[in-house]
């Protein structure tokens, strides 16, 4: 993925205002039947990597977090 996507986002975005964390042990439970199969290792190594960092991404700046990640190799 060169992109997180505004639909990835969206997903994604609902599920963590659910759940109350960025941690995809959690997040994923609740959406990952909805993402497609070949993201969904590398949106859980993007969740993770926000998690264990203390980041956050939102409407504005989602695309910009997934860029640093993919710079840092993920």
């Known amino acids: 993925m060169k992109k997180l996507g505004?639909?990835?986002?969206?997903?994604?975005?609902?599920?963590?205002?659910?759940?109350?964390?960025?941690d995809p042990r959690e997040v994923l439970?609740?959406?990952?039947?909805?993402?497609?199969?070949?993201?969904?290792?590398?949106?859980?190594?993007?969740?993770?990597w926000v998690h264990s960092n203390g980041m956050s991404f939102g409407r504005k700046n989602y695309e910009e977090v997934f860029a640093e990640f993919k710079k840092l190799g993920g």
Do not use: A, P, V
């Open 6 to 22: 505004e639909r990835n986002y969206l997903i994604l975005s609902n599920e963590i205002k659910i759940c109350g964390t960025f």
């Open 29 to 48: 439970i609740g959406c990952e039947e909805t993402l497609k199969c070949s993201e969904i290792e590398e949106i859980h190594k993007f969740l993770q």
